[in-house]
């Protein structure tokens, strides 16, 4: 399901091979499935996971799938000649933020144009921006009495949750519905799409619909 259709772009990448790099802080259920998802192909492969955490649960997938992981910091991250440097090492072409909580810097954005996706846990615009991350998004969602919510994934912009909406999915919510119930259906709907999205984009088998302008 594309719901929200405007301008059709294709990547076109179908006939080179992709390496993938995931950025995460967080548990990693998300790279996960995107691990899972590319395992046995020969046209795209998770080349790295990069994460700022040193006790982040996604250190436990890569090593447990035999993926080279990195381990940065804030200021490593805006060191464009070591992480560029990095990038090439493993000859990344396409970057996937999966719960990965600081600024992408300018360079990377340029450097990644159309080519680095982000998940956000509610459909942008509307709960994004600095400080809209976990349980805060829900409980904003709750709060305000939406009757949906959903996911949105989109391509990455140096704000936070502002690049073009590549594609979104809602789930109905009802008054019951707590906050830890809208995270639960929301992340269940993340896992369910976001390997496919990133699938579809990088083999130019379904093209994507993107709302906005570049970025
Ligand atoms: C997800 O809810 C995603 O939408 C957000 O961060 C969370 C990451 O969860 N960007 P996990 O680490 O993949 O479980």
């Known amino acids: 399901m594309w719901p929200m259709r405007r301008n059709i772009i294709s990547l076109d990448l179908s006939s080179v091979k992709s390496n993938i790099a995931i950025f995460a802080s967080g548990s990693g259920s998300n790279a996960l499935k995107i691990i899972e998802h590319f395992e046995n192909r020969s046209d795209v492969s998770v080349a790295l996971i990069v994460t700022n955490r040193d006790n982040a649960g996604v250190l436990n997938h890569a090593t447990r799938h035999q993926i080279p992981s990195l381990i940065i910091t804030k200021n490593l991250l805006s060191d464009e000649a070591f992480i560029l440097g990095k990038l090439n090492l493993f000859g990344i072409d396409f970057i996937v933020l999966a719960g990965f909580l600081l600024l992408i810097p300018e360079f ?7 080519k680095m996706l982000n998940i956000h846990p509610a459909l942008l615009p509307k709960y994004g921006g600095p400080g809209m ?3 805060n998004v829900h409980r904003a969602v709750k709060q305000a009495q939406e009757t949906e919510s959903g996911i949105t994934i989109h391509f990455v912009n140096t704000k936070y949750d502002e690049g073009g909406i590549v594609y979104q999915h809602t789930v109905s919510l009802s008054q019951d519905d707590t906050p830890e119930e809208i995270a639960r259906r929301v992340l269940a709907l993340e896992h369910l799409h976001y390997a496919r999205v990133i699938d579809q984009l990088l083999t130019g088998r379904v093209h994507s619909a993107e709302l906005q302008s570049d970025n």
């Open 108 to 114: 990377l954005v340029k450097r990644f144009a159309r």
């Open 133 to 135: 991350y976990g349980s």
